[in-house]
């Protein structure tokens, strides 16, 4: 079992950055693929980002293509997410979350453990 805690969320103008963090607990970290998700107001979730149990495999949503970046170091059993020239309609909680896989698998969906989210607000 893994527990998730994300951070690094914030208000943040238009065309600004913010790096979130998904700190994650156990001793087995690098059995998992981890996925960033998000939920705007009055909208479902929707996958933002996935990376690799060893991070040599990521995967992103088209929205986000080219302006996010996945990351992970599995000795500090943490991932990140890097956020460039952010938009408004990136507004929205971000959620970390866990899954054991296979090796090189990128799931986009049906993941076991996730964090209580961090709030992005990007004002225009």
């Known amino acids: 079992q893994v527990q998730l805690v994300e951070s690094g969320g914030g208000l943040v103008q238009a065309g600004g950055s913010l790096r979130l963090s998904c700190a994650a607990s156990g001793r087995t970290f690098n059995s998992y693929a981890v996925g960033w998700f998000r939920r705007a107001p009055g909208k479902e979730r929707e996958f933002v980002a996935v990376?690799?149990?060893?991070?040599?495999?990521?995967s992103y949503a088209d929205s986000v293509k080219g302006r996010f970046t996945i990351s992970r170091v599995n000795a500090k059993n943490t991932v990140y997410l890097q956020m460039n020239n952010l938009k408004p309609e990136d507004t929205a909680v971000y959620y970390c979350a866990a899954k054991i896989v296979a090796l090189y698998s990128l799931p986009t969906r049906d993941y076991d453990y996730w964090g209580q989210g961090t709030q992005v607000t990007v004002s225009s």
């Open positions: 990376i690799s149990r060893r991070g040599s495999s990521t």
